[in-house]
């Protein structure tokens, strides 16, 4: 289990790395990327661990690297778009 979650959270921590390198100005601070990425991978190694039971560790590792994926992908902003005045205005 500690291998498990060690391992997850430190994929995690790559994957908000990835995130960061790859949209830079979409993403907030690299503080909050960074924590919400190794917390969410902790969360999913938990969860995972808990559905899946003892025996599956790299089941329960790809699941908390996708559970901290999902919760990195909600930090991202969408584009910034000029909006002009409305036909109505």
Known sequence: MILET???V?????LSW??????????PA????F???ALGALFG???MHSVLGSGHG???????VLIAAVT???????RSRRLGRSAAA
């Open 6 to 8: 060690l391992s997850a």
């Open 10 to 14: 430190v994929l995690g921590v790559a």
């Open 18 to 27: 990835a995130a960061l390198r790859s949209l830079p100005g979409r993403l």
């Open 30 to 33: 690299r503080r909050t990327v």
């Open 35 to 37: 924590g919400a990425g």
């Open 45 to 47: 190694a938990s969860l």
């Open 58 to 64: 790299a089941a329960t590792v790809v699941g908390a």
């Open 72 to 78: 990195v992908s909600l930090l991202i902003r969408p």
